[in-house]
């Protein structure tokens, strides 16, 4: 449940040329979602070398699942996750994006599980809720998943969430959360949140992330939701338990998950993101937002699911590319 990523505005980095006439949806972070309202967020990250273990979502009394979306990301797979469960019951993921800039062929997969939250969280207790995970037989391929859910709950005051996923190009990437209204990041109920999911990141892979021009960290990445330097564990999620990264922390202090406040301004009406990838071999597959009041986070133009044929032709293509380039560090224990 940690990692930090690169940069975010989503400017759709264009990969190779050829890429992009055979697949022209590939992009780089792009916005999936926005909500507005009596919201909440969870994110939890998950990742094991035996492919079985709990992923978890955190919501108070009185919430209900208004979202929920589960992510597996992958290496050296040029296929769709056909074998994940979560609690017992199929996933089916809908939205594939390998990364058209970086090695090994990298990529993440989106699910829909709403359904599935809703059946354990809508009246419930509150407090921590539990979901059994299984890769199956695609496990060795499988880095990890993250699990992310938004809740309506009439105690909360007005905010909003940006969920923004694909791939991170190595280029670098840059988001802007846009307000409604000036902000004062000394009002007591002013908070703005970034959590970061990145895969196939260890042994000092790491990415840096700036916030309004201030770089906050240079180690963003890692294996902290994981269980071994090893393919099949390589994934970090800035998570609800996590605590909040310090500036600029160590590669083992960073946790991916930001508090974007200190970097905001008196009567700001922006927060602008920017994330680059040094060592151009891990991957940011996962942005997720949440600020006060009303904003837009990124493109509010929704992401295009990439069908799976295309996913195929694409990881084929980007493998070509990338095979001198293949990594086989992966398996060392990390310094």
Avoid at 51 to 76: C, N
Avoid at 106 to 113: E, K, L
Avoid at 159 to 185: E, H, K, Q, R, Y
Avoid at 254 to 260: A, I, P, V
Wanted: charged fraction near 10%.
């Amino acid at each position: 449940m940690k990692n930090l990523m690169k940069p975010f505005v989503f400017l759709a980095t264009t990969a190779c040329s050829f890429i992009a006439l055979a697949t022209p949806n590939y992009a780089s972070l792009t916005t999936f979602q926005n909500y507005t309202g009596n919201v909440g967020l969870s994110t939890d990250g998950f990742g094991s070398t035996t492919g079985i273990g709990v992923i978890s979502a955190s919501a108070p009394l009185g919430s209900t699942v208004r979202a929920a979306y589960l992510y597996s990301a992958t290496q050296s797979f040029s296929g769709v996750p056909s074998t994940v469960t979560l609690n017992g019951l199929g996933v089916t993921f809908t939205s594939s994006t390998p990364n058209a800039t970086a090695c090994c062929n990298i990529g993440s997969h989106r699910a829909d599980v709403t359904s599935i939250v809703q059946g354990v969280i809508n009246g419930g207790g509150g407090g921590v809720y539990n979901f059994n995970i299984n890769e199956g037989s695609n496990n060795g391929s499988i880095d990890g998943e993250a699990l992310v859910v938004i809740y309506d709950n009439p105690a909360l005051g007005i905010s909003t969430i940006g969920i923004l996923d694909g791939f991170a190009s190595v280029l670098g990437d840059s988001t802007t959360i846009s307000f409604a209204t000036p902000l004062n990041p000394a009002d007591p109920a002013f908070f703005a949140e970034m959590y970061l999911g990145i895969n196939f990141s260890c042994c000092s892979q790491k990415s840096t992330v700036s916030v309004n021009g201030t770089q906050i960290t240079q180690n963003a990445g890692n294996f902290d939701d994981g269980n071994a330097a090893q393919n099949g564990s390589l994934i970090t999620v800035g998570g609800f338990d996590d605590p909040f990264s310090t500036l600029l922390p160590s590669y083992a202090d960073d946790h991916e998950k930001y508090n974007l406040a200190s970097y905001v301004g008196l009567g700001d009406t922006s927060i602008i993101v920017d994330t680059f990838n040094a060592s151009k071999d891990d991957n940011i597959f996962l942005a997720a937002f949440h600020v006060n009041g009303k904003a837009v986070i990124g493109d509010p133009t929704p992401n295009v699911p990439l069908p799976a044929a295309a996913w195929f032709l694409g990881s084929g293509l980007v493998a070509l590319g990338a095979s001198g380039a293949r990594k086989r560090r992966k398996q060392r224990l990390a310094a």
